[in-house]
Protein backbone atom coordinates (compact mmCIF):
# COMPACT_ATOMS: atom_id res chain seq x y z
CA UNK A 1 0.00 0.00 0.00
CA UNK A 2 1.21 3.22 -0.62
CA UNK A 3 1.38 6.67 1.08
CA UNK A 4 -1.60 8.37 -0.85
CA UNK A 5 -3.59 5.39 0.01
CA UNK A 6 -2.84 4.85 3.79
CA UNK A 7 -3.46 8.24 4.00
CA UNK A 8 -6.44 8.76 3.08
CA UNK A 9 -7.79 5.12 4.49
CA UNK A 10 -7.15 6.40 7.85
CA UNK A 11 -8.78 9.80 7.42
CA UNK A 12 -11.80 7.95 6.01
CA UNK A 13 -11.83 5.26 8.92
CA UNK A 14 -11.31 8.21 11.40
CA UNK A 15 -14.22 10.11 10.17
CA UNK A 16 -11.83 13.13 10.14
CA UNK A 17 -11.67 15.95 7.00
CA UNK A 18 -9.06 17.07 5.96
CA UNK A 19 -8.80 20.47 7.62
CA UNK A 20 -9.58 18.19 10.74
CA UNK A 21 -6.91 15.51 10.41
CA UNK A 22 -4.30 18.24 9.03
CA UNK A 23 -5.26 20.38 12.64
CA UNK A 24 -4.36 17.27 14.66
CA UNK A 25 -1.06 16.46 12.82
CA UNK A 26 0.27 20.05 12.66
CA UNK A 27 0.29 20.15 8.78
CA UNK A 28 -1.89 22.49 6.44
CA UNK A 29 -5.07 20.72 4.57
CA UNK A 30 -3.14 21.54 1.22
CA UNK A 31 -0.48 19.76 1.70
CA UNK A 32 -2.01 16.76 3.47
CA UNK A 33 -4.61 16.74 0.14
CA UNK A 34 -1.37 16.75 -1.85
CA UNK A 35 0.32 13.60 0.22
CA UNK A 36 -3.38 11.72 -0.43
CA UNK A 37 -3.68 12.75 -3.86
CA UNK A 38 0.08 11.39 -4.82
CA UNK A 39 1.83 14.84 -5.35
CA UNK A 40 3.76 15.09 -2.85
CA UNK A 41 5.13 11.97 -0.63
CA UNK A 42 5.51 12.19 3.13
CA UNK A 43 8.70 11.30 4.55
CA UNK A 44 8.18 8.37 6.82
CA UNK A 45 8.21 10.23 9.82
CA UNK A 46 5.69 12.12 8.20
CA UNK A 47 3.36 9.54 7.04
CA UNK A 48 3.70 8.02 11.02
CA UNK A 49 2.48 11.16 12.74
CA UNK A 50 -0.53 11.95 9.90
CA UNK A 51 -1.56 8.35 11.04
CA UNK A 52 -1.31 8.97 14.81
CA UNK A 53 -2.80 12.01 14.41
CA UNK A 54 -5.95 9.73 13.18
CA UNK A 55 -5.71 7.19 15.81
CA UNK A 56 -3.69 4.79 14.45
CA UNK A 57 0.23 3.19 14.55
CA UNK A 58 1.77 2.86 11.33
CA UNK A 59 4.36 -0.10 11.22
CA UNK A 60 6.75 -0.84 9.36
CA UNK A 61 10.14 -3.36 9.15
CA UNK A 62 12.33 -4.29 6.94
CA UNK A 63 12.98 -8.17 7.25
CA UNK A 64 16.32 -9.26 5.97
CA UNK A 65 16.48 -12.01 2.98
CA UNK A 66 18.35 -15.00 3.96
CA UNK A 67 21.73 -15.25 2.25
CA UNK A 68 22.41 -17.05 -1.08
CA UNK A 69 18.89 -17.13 -2.31
CA UNK A 70 18.40 -16.60 -5.90
CA UNK A 71 15.50 -15.22 -6.01
CA UNK A 72 15.19 -16.38 -9.95
CA UNK A 73 15.78 -20.02 -9.23
CA UNK A 74 12.97 -19.49 -6.38
CA UNK A 75 10.86 -18.21 -8.88
CA UNK A 76 11.56 -21.35 -11.51
CA UNK A 77 10.90 -23.61 -8.69
CA UNK A 78 7.34 -22.34 -7.55
CA UNK A 79 6.23 -21.99 -11.43
CA UNK A 80 7.54 -26.13 -11.71
CA UNK A 81 5.39 -26.88 -8.43
CA UNK A 82 2.88 -25.03 -9.85
CA UNK A 83 2.64 -26.20 -13.36
CA UNK A 84 2.83 -29.83 -11.76
CA UNK A 85 -0.32 -29.17 -9.14
CA UNK A 86 -2.54 -27.95 -12.37
CA UNK A 87 -1.78 -31.28 -13.28
CA UNK A 88 -4.20 -33.06 -10.95
CA UNK A 89 -7.88 -32.71 -11.06
CA UNK A 90 -9.43 -30.36 -8.60
CA UNK A 91 -11.82 -33.22 -8.00
CA UNK A 92 -10.56 -36.70 -7.52
CA UNK A 93 -12.56 -40.08 -8.57
CA UNK A 94 -13.67 -42.01 -5.96
CA UNK A 95 -10.83 -44.32 -6.86
CA UNK A 96 -6.95 -43.03 -6.75
CA UNK A 97 -5.36 -43.76 -10.45
CA UNK A 98 -2.05 -42.66 -9.29
CA UNK A 99 1.16 -44.34 -9.27
CA UNK A 100 1.81 -45.26 -5.43
CA UNK A 101 5.59 -44.29 -4.32
CA UNK A 102 7.45 -46.43 -2.05
CA UNK A 103 6.31 -49.85 -3.76
Excluded: C, N
Excluded at 19 to 42: D, F
Excluded at 60 to 70: E, F, V
Excluded at 74 to 89: K, S, W, Y
Amino acid sequence: MDAATTLRQARATAGLSLRELAQKAGTSHSTLAAYEGGRKVPTADTLARVVGAAGFDLIYQLQPRPAGIDLRERERELRAVLHLAARFPARHDAELRAPVFGR
